[in-house]
């Protein structure tokens, strides 16, 4: 039997009823036989401060190990203000410390956002994108998911009921999984 390709999958909001964190757990339903996708949640992280980094708190060393033990990371993140959310960008900056010991490095990744907006999280998508290139990440270019007029695509229990948005999201984990196995 062949290896599943593991894929760590981060939220970018900490709000009960998220909608991009119900878009994780679609995709986890929808995820192929050959992955499974586990989602970390960064709640709890204290704000990072430059010099703390040295010696960090038990949930980032856990966060950078589940980093390290996936194959792909899979991040899900509302736009705040016309970028990352703040707590996500924390979450980031942790993992990518101390200097020379980031867990980022050379990781093979995919974005999906979702917003009660019209053009569904692009610009957020787009400033993460910048960060991956510093943290020599490697995202997969296409499809891009931006789930847009949100909390139509989702019923009341958080359930993705959209079959268009469904697909997408499958033809996302697709091409990551293909992407994580080129690089592995
Ligand atoms: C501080 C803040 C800034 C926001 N800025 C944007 C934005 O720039 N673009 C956008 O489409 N939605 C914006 N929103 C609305 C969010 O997309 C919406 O609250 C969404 O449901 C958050 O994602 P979640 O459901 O996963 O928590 C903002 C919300 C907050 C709280």
């Known amino acids: 039997m ?19 964190t119900y878009a994780l757990n679609a995709a986890k339903k929808l995820c192929p036989e050959s992955a499974e996708i586990e989602i970390f949640s960064i709640a709890g992280f204290p704000e990072f401060i430059q010099g703390q980094d040295e010696d960090p708190p038990e949930i980032v060393t856990k966060f950078k190990e ?15 203000n016309y970028s990352v959310p703040g707590v996500l960008k924390n979450a980031i ?3 990518s410390r101390p200097y020379g010991d980031s867990a980022w490095e050379g990781k093979t990744a995919a974005i999906m956002g979702a917003s009660p907006g019209a053009i569904g ?3 957020m998508q787009y400033h993460l994108r910048q ?19 949100c909390a139509e ?5 958080g359930e993705l009921i959209h079959e268009g ?14 992407h994580a196995k080129r690089f592995a």
């Open 2 to 20: 062949t290896k599943k390709i593991r894929i760590l999958g981060i939220s970018g909001s900490l709000r009960e009823g998220s909608f991009n």
């Open 165 to 178: 948005t469904q697909k997408i999201i499958r033809m996302m984990l697709e091409a990551l999984i293909e």
């Open 131 to 149: 960060i991956m290139v510093f943290l020599d990440m490697h995202p997969i270019n296409k499809p891009e998911v931006m789930i847009n007029n």
């Open 121 to 123: 999280t692009a610009r």
């Open 66 to 80: 589940a980093i390290r033990s996936a194959d792909a990371v899979l991040v899900s993140s509302p736009e705040y």
């Open 153 to 157: 695509k989702f019923d009341e229990s």
């Open 93 to 95: 900056d942790w993992a």
